[in-house]
């Protein structure tokens, strides 16, 4: 009976022994290697660098959809040439500085006017066009002095590509008579008595007083024509104006 207690005795023992190791063993293995600690570390790095990456990507965005500057056809440099521009002609009738107020009023009228001129003025050349094709048609059908009215009424003209054209020019002064040459020098105080329907007088260098052309016949020839030698060769001094009483 005495060895059946002592045996238990000792079994009692040994089952403690193992199982104070089995539960120790865990805990000094955790606190001898801490490398499960130094590892969590590292998720923590790559979380830090994936945030940066998409506040680069906004900004980028924001850039690319930014909305373009409006143009004005009035530039800067304009501006500042009209503000000058006011401010000087204010001085002119002051002594003293533009206010603010005044100088953007002034601006409000330039600009108004820069922006409505272009159309003003294509319409004023349009209509000025549409007066000298008219007035170049009436001469057509009413002669030269037709197209001299319209350009005594304003409007029409200047005809620089008219003038310089013969092509253009002769048939304004189409004749309707044939042409007679005769000296201007016969009967110089009475030139009438020389002129019919047709007729140029010639004058050959030099300068010549002429009396009376014009005044003694009612009505006065057509196709009466005065040729000198030259611009700058022959001067004719009249004693009055030319003038006939009829058509």
Not at 93 to 105: F, I, K, N, S
Not at 150 to 177: C, H, M, N
Not at 196 to 207: F, R
Request: hydrophobic share 40%.
């Amino acid at each position: 009976m005495r060895h059946v207690i002592f045996s238990l005795v000792i079994g009692a023992l040994l089952g403690a022994l193992a199982v104070w190791f089995f539960m120790s063993g865990p805990q000094a293995g955790s606190a001898a290697n801490p490398e499960p600690a130094a590892t969590s570390v590292v998720p923590t790095e790559k979380h830090e660098v994936s945030l940066d990456q998409p506040e680069r990507v906004v900004v980028s965005k924001a850039a690319e959809t930014r909305a373009p500057e409006s143009e004005s056809p009035i530039s800067s440099a304009l501006r500042r040439y009209a503000e000058d521009g006011l401010r000087r002609g204010w001085k002119g009738a002051r002594q003293d500085e533009m206010p603010a107020e005044d100088l953007a009023l002034g601006m409000q009228e330039f600009e108004k006017l820069v922006l409505e001129s272009p159309a003003n003025i294509g319409r004023s050349i349009g209509e000025r066009r549409t007066k000298t094709e008219q007035a170049l048609a009436d001469a057509k059908s009413g002669g030269v002095f037709s197209l001299l009215e319209r350009l005594d009424a304003g409007g029409v003209g200047p005809l620089p590509g008219l003038v310089s054209d013969p092509a253009q020019f002769e048939p304004l002064f189409a004749r309707v008579a044939d042409e007679q040459l005769r000296t201007g020098l016969v009967d110089r105080e009475h030139p009438d008595k020389s002129i019919e329907d047709g007729v140029t007088l010639t004058w050959p260098a030099g300068v010549y007083r002429l009396h009376n052309l014009m005044k003694e016949k009612d009505p006065f020839p057509r196709d009466v024509t005065i040729a000198g030698a030259g611009m700058d060769a022959t001067m004719l001094v009249l004693n009055s104006d030319l003038m006939t009483r009829e058509g």
